[in-house]
């Protein structure tokens, strides 16, 4: 969730002017009807005075999900773009909501990460003269999930002081409960085809789907 704000004079107030249904998002290619989201208007119809949100949206690839620091790629530029949706504007009344669809253009063998960024923008004649206005914006995380079923394989391995945790199924792989030499860790999601590195000398402790691992010098025990 990101914060914008609109500018005129000294006199401000914070306005959630719209909500994002939901912000993480599960598409297939072979599941249409169920690929999108939905962008409602925080504020009731008024009577006798028709008011809109105005809001744009952008889509980007994300070529190292689960990083601290996402790298980005934007995906209508691209020759031949894997996901597209539909509107990239839109114009929504108070009280109302609309459907953004999200396409898939080509199947996926591993599940890939995309961000849709949703952002309320404003006409000048939108603000009232004196007024800055604050508005929430949203980056949907879009996961985009291999047709069939989906494997989890979690390989881990040592080098430098560091285990690297590879997935080697078709999806992300979640950790939770994760424990570094005995030094709480935040929660890993390792994505296909994208390597994760946690610091530790001698034992790591995690959770993958309620189910508990211990490794100790690198080992796995049972």
Do not use: W
Not at 177 to 185: I, L, P, Q
């Amino acid at each position: 969730m990101v914060i914008g704000m609109g500018i005129v004079g000294m006199t401000s107030f914070t306005l959630p002017a719209i909500e994002v249904i939901p912000i993480i998002k599960q598409i297939k290619m072979d599941t249409p009807r169920d690929n999108y989201i939905t962008i409602k208007s925080s504020f009731p119809a008024s009577e006798g005075k028709e008011q809109y949100e105005f809001v744009s949206l952008d889509l980007f690839h994300v070529t190292n999900p689960g990083e601290a620091k996402e790298n980005f790629e934007k995906e209508l530029s691209k020759p031949s773009p894997t996901l597209l949706f539909s509107p990239t504007k839109v114009v929504i009344p108070y009280g109302a909501s609309k459907k953004i669809r999200i396409m898939a253009l080509k199947p996926v063998e591993k599940e890939q990460i995309y961000r849709l960024r949703v952002r309320p923008t404003y006409p000048e004649d939108a603000i009232d003269p004196g007024k800055v206005r604050f508005a929430i914006g949203y980056d949907v995380l879009v996961r985009y999930l291999p047709n069939g079923s989906l494997t989890q394989e979690l390989k881990v391995s040592c080098s430098g002081g560091n285990y690297q945790l590879e997935a080697m199924g078709n999806s992300r792989v979640e950790m939770r409960k994760v424990m570094a030499d005995g030094n709480k860790v935040e929660d890993t999601n390792v994505y296909p085809n994208q390597m994760r590195k946690i610091k530790a000398k001698r034992e790591l402790t995690f959770e993958v789907e309620n189910k508990p691992y211990q490794y100790v010098a690198c080992a796995l025990k049972e």
